[in-house]
């Protein structure tokens, strides 16, 4: 299957600054040894298209979005929102899927848990690469509250984010990639 | 979108353009690496992200001459080809809701629960699931491909994963034939009605639904071209760009307002529009004319595809889903597990320029670069629906305006768009609201 019984997605465009945040978790998540029924995708920008829409209540049972959210607190905070805290979305046509209307959709069958971070800034329209050090220094954080959420907290994942912590990099760029040559 | 139109409902004049604020894609790649920016050129959109990470990646190749093992190129064939056919599939789930039951005045919900329906549903799925997984192997994720890279690919496939992308293109194609069939006898349907319904509207529908005399253009039958190619498929020289301001109407008021057209009726009456200002993209041309691009140009360019209009081109579209398997198949017979996918020797780059396109499932994205000392001074996308803006424009001509959307949707547009999260407190009071795209 596509899609395994837990699904971690983490949304968002890294062009516009502290937008890539749920792309960087994912990214950060990919050094760590999950169990095989936990799938993390960085959805970017087409959560709707290529994931919500297509789960399978059959096969998955609980879905975990990580994005940005602005709900007033300091940045680098973070919450856990429900689906019915968002504004049901309207269909017109299929490239007009908003994040919430397929979520609609599918939170009776599937567990829906959204874990939104305060945003210190967001750049769109304009294109800025890399989060801000608020935002850098919630990652191992926000990767500790989606191992809890699904029932996941083992040695080898607690010892590897204690480290990141640590060693967290205030400038590192989301879209930079190794030097592969 | 923008209409002009006569006593009679017709359309004079269709102005159908991009207002997404420029955002800079190319400005921001100047001084990355040949690596970073395709990564970059795949967030500008929600649903391209492979063909614009193909499209880049290969243009980087070009400009620093780089010529990709066997391996890699049918990986990356197949990744191409598996995202198209998820496109498709997603395209019919766009069309599906102008078109009717055949033999009924029924208007098709594919989220409906009731049959026939519930299994042409079920079948579009498991079409877009099986593409999906077959991309997912291929390329590491299904969405942003980890597996590309300047010279090549990080990593060829297991020979198990290999039989398992197999076995999925083999279930997929008897299933592609038959959503294919389907599709055909419901555009042909709706193609030989009189009149449609929109929002209680009866509308005449006119032969010459969404016909146009603008050219086509389409670099490869399955997947792109580049400027290394002993004989490239596509001319810079044959192509420019002019400003929007000399191709759509200026500054006008709305005189025509429909309550009744769905969802919400039509813009209010006495809004000013200005498309002429307000369009934030270039009009693209190649010899001197807006082309079409897309699946219908593709035939029409390689197979000798000849049906003009809105239903023939949604008819294209679905033609290409067995195409799309079968090479898939083809790709996977000639991919060796066992051979190299990087490249022996990757250069800096001497500040060429090169281009690359891509056949998209939307139609010909071409990218162009110079790369000079492994870093990029030169950055541009072409994307599949800047060079469909005008020639759709052009074929709402002669259409009533009621059904304009449906030509546009004929062209499977992908216009950037933004999406909002609000957050409400219990009282339903919205508490914050941020744009996160």
């Known amino acids: 299957m596509l899609y395994s019984e837990i699904v971690i997605a983490g949304c968002g465009n890294p062009l516009f600054a502290d937008d890539g945040f749920g792309p960087a978790v994912i990214e950060e998540m990919q050094n760590l040894q999950l169990p095989d029924n936990v799938s993390i995708t960085d959805a970017g920008l087409g959560g709707p298209h290529f994931i919500f829409t297509l789960l399978d209540p059959e096969v998955t049972k609980k879905l975990i979005i990580v994005d940005i959210a602005d709900f007033g607190a300091e940045p680098g905070s973070i919450t856990k929102l429900r689906v019915e805290d968002l504004p049901p979305g309207a269909y017109r046509d299929a490239h007009s899927w908003d994040l919430t209307e397929p979520l609609q959709r599918i939170k009776d069958q599937i567990e829906v848990t959204i874990i939104g971070v305060q945003p210190a800034r967001v750049t769109a329209p304009e294109f800025e690469l890399g989060l801000s050090d608020e935002l850098q220094r919630a990652i191992p954080k926000t990767i500790r509250v989606i191992l809890e959420t699904i029932g996941v907290e083992n040695e080898f994942s607690r010892e590897y984010l204690r480290k990141e912590e640590r060693q967290r990099s205030s400038t590192a760029e989301t879209c930079g990639c190794p030097e592969t040559r | 979108m923008v209409l002009k139109v006569n006593d009679q409902g017709i359309i004079e004049t269709g102005n159908w353009c991009s207002i997404t604020p420029v955002r800079g894609v190319e400005k921001l790649a100047v001084g990355k690496t040949p690596e970073q920016v395709p990564k970059i050129a795949s967030r500008v959109c929600g649903i391209c992200p492979i063909a614009h990470n ?361 216009v950037s768009c933004a999406t909002h999260m609000i957050v409400v407190d219990e009282d339903n009071k919205v508490i914050a609201q941020k744009l996160i795209q």
């Open chain 2, 54 to 414: 193909l499209a880049a990646t290969e243009a980087m190749e070009a400009s620093i001459k780089c010529e990709i093992p066997k391996d890699a190129l049918m990986l990356r064939h197949i990744l191409q080809l598996a995202n198209r056919c998820h496109s498709i599939a997603l395209h019919d789930i766009l069309i599906l809701p102008d078109l009717y039951l055949p033999g009924t005045e029924t208007k098709i919900n594919p989220f409906t629960a009731e049959e026939p329906v519930r299994t042409v549903a079920k079948r579009i799925q498991r079409l877009r699931e099986i593409s999906q997984t077959i991309g997912q192997i291929a390329a590491g994720d299904c969405i942003h491909p980890r597996n590309t890279r300047v010279g090549g690919m990080y990593r060829n496939v297991s020979e198990q994963a290999k039989t398992k992308m197999y076995d999925l293109a083999k279930e997929a194609l008897p299933l592609a034939k038959a959503q294919m069939d389907l599709m055909i006898a419901i555009l042909r349907n709706y193609q030989a009605r009189e009149h449609v319904d929109v929002g209680g509207m009866k509308v005449a529908l006119p032969k010459t639904l969404g016909y146009h005399n603008q050219g086509y253009l389409a670099t490869h039958a399955f997947y792109g071209a580049s400027s290394l190619d002993e004989c490239p498929s596509w001319d810079i020289r044959r192509f420019k760009e002019v400003r929007p301001w000399d191709w759509y109407m200026g500054e006008m008021e709305v005189s025509l307002e429909e309550p009744r057209y769905p969802i919400g009726g039509t813009t209010k009456m006495g809004t000013k529009v200005n498309p002429q200002m307000e369009a934030c993209t270039g009009i693209p041309m190649y010899d001197g004319q807006p082309v079409e691009v897309g699946p219908r140009a593709r035939l029409a360019v390689y197979k000798g595809y000849d049906e003009k209009g809105t239903v023939g081109q949604n008819i294209a579209r679905e033609m290409e889903y067995t195409d799309c398997f079968y090479e898939m198949i083809d790709c996977l017979d000639e991919l060796n597990p066992a051979g190299k996918v990087v490249a022996d020797y990757i250069p800096d780059g001497d500040g060429s320029l090169g281009w690359a396109s891509n056949e998209a499932p939307r139609g010909t994205d071409v990218h162009i670069t110079r790369v000079k000392d492994w870093k990029v001074q030169y950055f541009s996308m072409l994307v599949p629906t800047t060079w469909n803006f005008a020639t759709c424009s052009a074929a709402l001509q002669g259409a009533p305006w009621q059904l304009a959307e449906v030509i546009m949707r004929g062209y499977d547009p992908c």
